[in-house]
């Protein structure tokens, strides 16, 4: 029997902003090179990757989450351009960002990250909060992706709706090597 599994926090992107993202991917997947997409059900955006962690911790986990809604009300985000971590020529890995990142995300952002560290010992990243929606990893074309190329590929996808109501969070196990790959734990509502 499984001890540990690998779970993380996130914001699920809604049915109808996941459409608008489907309706792009042929034409990013014929511009873009990447080797592995991600499934459209796994869109989200990461609060806090837990990592691998006993399947006894869940409830305390689910309470540390319970505590970080119910400082948290019901917020807008807005997705915005395509975006690349790593190299020009060689990236890692293709998201789509955010226009601008509010003070509710951060706040609900800081508040799970410390009622997770009361609750199992978890050590947020020290590194500033990125948040980004993961469309596809492993560059595998010659030619540089620019930002003009970026820009261009979004400008389409950004005539649509891209404003969406953060109204919950959901705790996620990853699946290796399935399809799709995460798997809903955990969802909590926001305070309304």
């Known amino acids: 029997m499984v ?5 993380f ?19 990013w997947r014929g511009q873009l090179k990447f080797q592995r997409w ?9 609060l806090h990757f ?5 399947i006894s911790t869940i409830p305390d986990i689910k ?17 915005s351009n395509l975006d ?15 226009k601008e990142i509010p003070k509710s995300l951060l706040q609900l952002h800081n508040k799970l990250g410390q009622s997770l560290h009361s609750a199992i010992g978890f050590t947020p990243e020290t590194r500033p909060y990125r948040p980004h929606v993961t469309l596809a990893r492993k560059y ?31 705790l996620y196990r990853t699946r290796l090597g399935e399809r799709p ?6 969802e909590l509502e926001l305070t309304k």
């Open 84 to 98: 690349i971590f790593g190299r020009k020529d060689q990236p890692s890995v293709l998201w789509l960002g955010l």
């Open 9 to 27: 926090t996130a914001i699920s992107i809604p049915a109808n902003i996941t459409g608008q993202i489907v309706s792009h991917l042929p034409e």
């Open 181 to 186: 790959m995460y798997e809903p734990l955990v």
């Open 3 to 7: 001890d540990n599994i690998r779970i």
């Open 38 to 46: 991600v499934d459209p059900h796994d869109l989200h955006i990461t």
């Open 140 to 170: 595998a074309a010659n030619e540089t992706c620019t930002p003009e190329k970026l820009q261009s590929l979004s400008s389409p996808f950004l005539q649509h709706q891209t404003t969406f109501d953060v109204n919950r969070i959901t």
């Open 63 to 79: 309470q540390a989450m319970t505590e970080a809604v119910s400082e948290s009300n019901v917020f807008p985000l807005e997705l």
């Open 50 to 54: 837990i990592g691998d962690t006993s």
